[in-house]
């Protein structure tokens, strides 16, 4: 098993930054695949961000150029820094770890951009 517990959502006005954090319960990043996803209001929650055990990252179109996924395997950790926010991307951001054939999920950090 393994705990995945996201941080640093909050409230921020259009164009700000925040940097969002995943700290995994154990050693996992280099066998599992690490993904970010959000869910909006009244939406289903939408793939944003993915970094692989070896490392390759991707981010959808929505986010190219804003949003980077990154990790830090010494602290368990994989971030997701998200500049040039805009009000679209206020959702529940959700951490998501795929080991074999299981799925593990943070609980979500809000993050609300408005003026």
């Known amino acids: 098993q393994v705990q995945l517990a996201e941080s640093g959502g909050g409230l921020v006005q259009p164009g700000g930054s925040l940097r969002l954090s995943c700290a995994a319960s154990?050693?996992?990043?280099?066998?599992?695949?690490i993904d970010w996803y959000h869910q909006a209001p009244g939406k289903q929650r939408e793939l944003v961000a993915r970094?692989?055990?070896?490392?390759?990252?991707n981010v959808v179109d929505t986010v190219k150029g804003r949003f980077t996924i990154s990790r830090d395997i010494a602290k368990n950790t994989v971030y997701l820094q998200m500049n040039n926010l805009k009000s679209e991307d206020t959702a529940v951001y959700y951490c998501?770890?795929?080991?074999?054939?299981?799925?593990?999920w943070g609980q979500g950090t809000q993050v609300i951009v408005s003026s």
């Open positions: 998501h770890a795929k080991l074999g054939r299981d799925d593990h």
């Open positions: 154990r050693d996992i990043f280099k066998v599992a695949t």
């Open positions: 970094i692989t055990g070896g490392g390759a990252t």
